[in-house]
């Protein structure tokens, strides 16, 4: 079992998508009018941030095909217009997080960080142009086993 995906609102598609590909690095998987597929990890795998604009209808106002069930009811309370300012993580490993945090920073995103979590590793934050906190998350280093 792993994560699947992190569900973004976001209010333009095409800026958040320029954004992630470009400052945070993420590659795209696919793209349409109102949403966006972008791998958060080794392409092909689990891990998916979505972009979903806010301009979204509801999951009953959409378009139905013999394919396409109705939703059940609470999963009809789950739309971008009702998502707050999301936050997660990616991982970074230690030998890429100053890589990673000047490149953010080149792109004149403000990078706050790193925060120590002590046994938890650290983290660097910073806002994507929709206010959600992203964090780029190194684990703690561990020291090599001399036995």
């Known amino acids: ?3 699947s995906e992190v569900a973004l609102p976001v209010a333009e598609v095409e ?4 954004f992630y590909t470009e400052v945070v690095a ?3 998987e696919r793209r349409g009018e109102a949403f966006a597929f972008l791998w958060a990890g080794e392409p092909g795998r689990r891990q998916r941030v979505i972009l979903l604009s806010r301009d979204l209808p509801p999951l009953e106002d959409r378009p139905r ?4 069930p ?3 009811p609470a999963l009809a309370l789950l739309r971008p217009g009702l998502l707050g300012p999301t936050h997660f993580a990616l991982e970074v490993p230690a030998d890429e997080i100053e890589a990673a945090v000047a490149h953010v920073g080149a792109k004149g995103v403000e990078v706050w960080g790193p925060v120590d979590f002590g046994w938890f590793g650290s983290g660097h934050y910073f806002l994507d142009p929709d206010g959600h906190w ?5 684990p703690p280093q561990r020291e090599k086993d001399d036995g």
């Open 1 to 3: 079992m792993g994560l």
């Open 65 to 68: 095909s013999r394919s396409t």
């Open 134 to 138: 992203v964090e780029f998350w190194t």
């Open 15 to 18: 800026r958040s998508v320029t």
């Open 26 to 28: 993420l590659e795209l």
């Open 70 to 72: 109705e939703p059940p």
